[in-house]
Structure formats: C-alpha cells, structure tokens
C-alpha cells in the first residue's frame, strides 16, 4: 500500500516521515488524513513528531488536516510537533499563524529534545 | 479585503499592463483529478517560460493555483461534474497572471473566517483565500465571486 508516511518510534516519541514532496491532490490528502489517524489512533497520549523533510509542496488542505490531528493529540494528552520544515514552506506556516499553533523545530534532533523538556519550558 | 489591486482596475475586461502572450487556454469539467491534471499543466508552463525562479517561488505559485482551482471545484461548482472550470494562463516578461472561472453562486469575504480572530486558528479549513492574498501581488475576484484573476510579478524583474 503507498503510504503518505513512514513512522518510526524512539524511545516513546512517534516520527512520522513524509514520503511525498507534493501532497496535493485529494487522494494524498486523504491518505494523509487516514494515516494521521491511524497512528494517533494506535497510541495513546502520543508523542508525534511531522518530519516535513521530503516536503516541497503542501496546500491549504494539508494544513487543515494538521490542524485536526493537532486537535486530536491535544484531547488524548498527548503533544504533537514539526520540525525540517523547508525555507520556501515556512512562509505559509507563519501566514497562517500556525507557527504559534504548532511547536516547528529546524531539526529531529532540536525537536526530540524538546519533548523531553516538560510543561512551560518546553518550547526552544 | 479580499481583493488586493488596482483602483478601479476592471478584471473582467481587461489584464494589467505587460501580458502579450495567453500560454494556456482549457476547460475542465468539475473533478478533483481533472484539477490536478490542470495544475500539472499550468506549473510545467510555468517552469518552461522560466517564471519559477525559486524553489519559493514555485511552492508559492502552486499552492495558489490549487487552491483556486479547488476551491473552483469545490465550493464553486461543488463538485458537479457538469459544470466547468475555465482556466486561462497569460505570460508576460517576468510576470504572468491566471484566470480561473467556475459556474458556481460565487462568494464574499463574509464567507470567509476572521483570520484576526485567534479561534480561527483551529479551524481545519479556510485559510486558502488568506494564502493566495499574501502570496499573489494582485487578486481580484469579480463578477459574483466566481471568477478569479491573480497576477504575479516574478522577482527576477525586480
């Protein structure tokens, strides 16, 4: 089955890679939501990290469908963060203020660290 | 605040100044797969007349052309596969400008989510309309909504 995203867990954080650069048309949309669901379904108070990498183009509809997931991790008491957004994508981020929504970290690394940092300060 | 341009500048008669070329002229009838055919087209076009001079500027430029012609298909023709989307694709140097029309009951910026409202923040929808305003240089929606024009100048005229 194609797959819009390969997980990988360490320790108890959940990343999720995208495999798409473009997720654009409605059935990777789809897709994407189905898998987003799927994972946060699987575990419960997830640590979920998005891995934008791969990504190079993304629509308003991709960002709708990370707003939900966002929505659903936050009821179970789990975090969900970004991180390897690409320079030319993070405009549309901070566009639509989504940047104060979503906690966007420039590398896994910066960003695994920082599910490790508890409550106020967990922000870098 | 919905459409940003030219005082008095009538889109549906005329084009800004600087266009001397149409690159693509086509309709499709109102289907998400036929909408990714017609961006597909569109970027190539864009690529070979060298209007993407930035891997910005090209996620720009596509995440706008999908999001009026979805929003074309969607929430104009509501998916109806009887009804059309006329696209048209002009060129100029260093600018290029696109027409998306639908048969649709059109819209108005009271359909739209107060995006200085911070509640609108979770909303999972509505934030195409803000993208295509930020990152196209001029927008103007005409007739009863359902038409489009969005024009770019490219930075390598700057």
């Known amino acids: 089955m194609a797959a819009i995203l390969m997980t990988q867990s360490f320790k108890d954080i959940v990343v999720a890679y995208f ?3 473009a997720i654009l048309n409605e059935r990777n949309i789809q897709l994407l939501a189905k898998e ?19 990504v190079e ?15 659903k ?39 695994t660290a920082a599910f490790a940092k508890k409550g106020f300060f967990s922000r870098s | 605040m919905l459409n940003k341009g030219r005082a008095g500048f009538d889109p549906a008669k005329h084009l800004p100044d600087g266009f001397h ?4 002229r086509e309709f499709f009838y109102s289907s998400m797969a036929e909408c990714q055919a017609c ?23 596509q995440l706008c052309i999908d999001e009026a012609l979805v929003n074309a298909v969607k929430h104009g023709n509501k998916h109806d596969n009887n009804k059309k989307v006329h696209v048209t694709l002009y060129g100029g140097d260093g600018q290029w400008a696109i027409r ?20 609108t923040l979770f909303w999972d929808h509505g934030r195409g309309v803000l993208l295509i305003n930020t990152f196209m240089d001029e927008v ?5 909504g359902n038409r489009v024009l969005l024009v770019k100048y490219s930075k390598r005229k700057a």
């Open chain 1, 57 to 71: 183009y993304l629509s308003s509809a991709v960002l709708g469908k990370l707003v939900a997931t966002f929505k």
């Open chain 2, 100 to 119: 998306v029309e639908d048969e649709g009951e059109g819209f108005t910026a009271k359909d739209l989510p107060d995006y200085q409202d911070d509640e």
């Open chain 2, 21 to 24: 070329q149409v690159l693509m």
């Open chain 2, 39 to 61: 961006l597909e087209g569109i970027m190539t076009l864009l690529r070979q007349h060298a209007y993407l001079t930035s891997e910005e500027e090209a996620a720009q430029a």
């Open chain 2, 140 to 144: 103007y929606y005409y007739d009863r």
């Open chain 1, 19 to 21: 495999q798409e650069s």
């Open chain 1, 73 to 111: 991790v936050q009821a179970d008491g789990g975090r969900m963060k970004l991180c390897c957004i690409r320079a030319s994508l993070l405009p549309v981020f901070q566009v639509t203020k989504l940047d104060k929504l979503f906690e966007i970290h420039d590398s896994e690394e910066k960003a």
């Open chain 1, 36 to 54: 987003l669901d799927d994972i946060v379904d699987r575990h419960r108070k997830i640590q979920l990290l998005l891995n934008f990498n791969q």
